[in-house]
């Protein structure tokens, strides 16, 4: 039986290149896990870390897949851009759950991963000080909103039940697709207008603005006045 306060405590699980023993890989990755991806989720409180060659794990595969599912956080290390660490994140991503990403300095994350800002980590004591208080952070704001460290999987999903790539056929209606995904990532957007904002965005852009928009200028400023007149109008319409 776990202890209680044990099970109390979040898990957290890291991908990243692991190596032979004795490589340059595994004192890499040993070196991120106890210098600064333990010091960082253990104070936030976390269980110890998790890793895929970790002992007693005889289906690694299918316990680095469930994790990816079921870890109340993993961090990601794309270091080298190891291809393993790619099909992994990109499970997560998936199952739409939240992860840090960590890469070594002077290093650069792949263009679609550019959204998750990565931590830039190496082994100088000012570096790995201030890379453990940036994952500190970054847990805090994950923890306050989920929703905004979440992949363009999401963005993809949440577009997708209410048809909108079916409507995406010309330059116009590109354009507010982008205002959509915009907003739709924006930290502040209420989950609960999402279906009025589609409505009001694709169905009838023209009572908006009395045109649709001809340039990505006019789109912002679309999106922009939803924040003050329209948001008040679609506020007075849901709560009827």
Same mark, same amino acid.
């Given at each position: ?12 699980? #890291? ?5 032979? %023993? ?6 890499? &990755?040993? /070196? =991120?896990? @106890? !210098? ?66 960590? #890469? ?5 994350? %792949? ?6 800002? &990565?931590? /830039? =980590?190496? @082994? !100088? ?116």
């Amino acid at each position: 039986m776990k202890d209680g306060k044990m099970a109390d405590k979040k898990t957290c699980y #890291i991908i990243g290149p692991i190596g032979e %023993p004795n490589s340059k890989e595994r004192d890499w &990755a040993d /070196f =991120v896990r @106890e !210098s600064v991806i333990k010091p960082a989720v253990t104070s936030c409180g976390y269980v110890d870390p998790a890793r895929a060659d970790d002992p007693h794990k005889d289906l690694i595969m299918m316990d680095i897949i469930q994790q990816m599912f079921e870890a109340d956080l993993v961090v990601a290390d794309l270091t080298d851009w190891n291809p393993n660490v790619f099909y992994e994140l990109g499970i997560r991503h998936c199952a739409q759950r939240p992860a840090i990403h960590l #890469i070594k300095t002077g290093q650069s994350s %792949p263009f679609d991963l550019g959204g998750n800002k &990565a931590i /830039f =980590v190496d @082994e !100088s004591y000012k570096r790995v000080t201030q890379a453990v208080e940036d994952i500190k952070k970054r847990i805090g704001a994950i923890e306050e909103n989920p929703e905004q460290f979440l992949s363009q999987v999401q963005v993809y999903m949440t577009l997708k039940q209410f048809d909108v790539f079916k409507k995406v056929g010309n330059t116009k209606d590109e354009l507010t697709f982008k205002v959509l995904t915009t907003l739709i990532q924006s930290a502040s957007l209420q989950s609960n207008i999402l279906n009025k904002l589609y409505d009001e965005l694709v169905e009838k852009p023209k009572q908006l603005s009395g045109r649709y928009p001809q340039t990505y200028a006019d789109a912002a400023k679309l999106a922009a006045g939803l924040g003050e007149e329209q948001n008040k109008k679609l506020y007075r319409k849901i709560k009827r």
